[in-house]
């Protein structure tokens, strides 16, 4: 099993719901990334996704488009996020990193040298937003000879078509968005999800996280009521831009600790 796949064995195991938190890398600058990544583990968390800086992320609301901006003004490009990937393994073997972004930096890299490069850096999945099923067959399946998972999103307007569509080639988890737009501009609809995760599950035999409009403790644990796991970016971002960079890890281990204690309740 991929480490992806044994995180979330592991959960139903235990019978607890997935902590997802994302983070830009690169924001606020490149040196605290990895510490971020140390923190949100020590916080609860059961896997990171970790964005990839892009100039034009179309899925992203305003906050992670500043961190994705200022990530690149510190000059944080994919192989730099790759090196980082690389650093966290030194310390973590266990903990399931997906890299989050936009298929531009991956065509210019070369669909093989990227897959080589993400695997020697212990990178588990990824999730590239504007790459749609019919679109990604061939980096699935290199992804998959690499024994690591092409997570794909579903949303409120997803057809059955394209459900049973993403359901053939995604592995790990998918990826549930719960509300039409961009990601940090309004609050998760748990009555919306309620009806629309068993809609995936019709077709989708790996587990479904939430994301999108989750903003506390108590959205995250109402949304885990009826999905796997929980996803939460915005908020976390939010939260670094409002915190100075000596207190950020700490600022952040403590708000992912009072999410993951409320889903364990």
């Known amino acids: 099993m991929t480490r992806i796949q044994t995180c979330f064995a592991r959960l139903a195991e235990q019978k607890k719901k997935g902590l997802i938190p994302f983070i830009t890398a690169g924001f606020p ?43 690149l003004r510190n000059g944080v490009r994919l192989l730099d996020v790759l090196a980082m990937v690389a650093d966290f393994r030194r310390s973590n073997q266990e903990t399931p990193v997906v890299l989050m972004g936009y298929a531009n930096p991956i065509e210019r890299m070369g669909l093989d040298a990227f897959v080589a490069a993400a695997k020697a850096a212990g990178v588990d999945g990824v999730l590239v937003v504007d790459y749609p099923p019919e679109e990604c067959v061939e980096l699935a399946a290199k992804m998959r000879v690499a024994q690591m998972d092409t997570i794909f999103l579903l949303a409120p307007t997803s057809t059955e078509e394209r459900i049973r569509e993403v359901a053939e080639i995604a592995s790990g988890y998918i990826y549930c968005v719960a509300l039409k737009g961009v990601t940090g501009t309004s609050a998760a609809d748990s009555d919306v999800v309620g009806q629309l995760v068993p809609r995936i599950k019709e077709y989708v035999k790996v587990p479904v996280g939430v994301g999108f409009g989750i903003r506390d403790a108590q959205a995250a644990r109402a949304i885990a009521e009826v999905s796997d796991a929980v996803v939460i970016g915005s908020r976390i971002i939010q939260e670094l831009e409002n915190t100075v960079h000596e207190n950020a890890v700490s600022a952040v281990k403590k708000f992912i600790s009072g999410v993951r204690t409320a889903l364990d309740e």
């Open 29 to 71: 600058n490149a040196e605290l990334t990895v510490p971020l990544m140390q923190g949100l583990v020590e916080g609860g968390a059961d896997l990171i996704e970790l964005g990839i800086p892009f100039s034009d992320p179309m899925a992203d609301g305003p906050v992670i488009q500043r961190a994705s901006e200022q990530a």
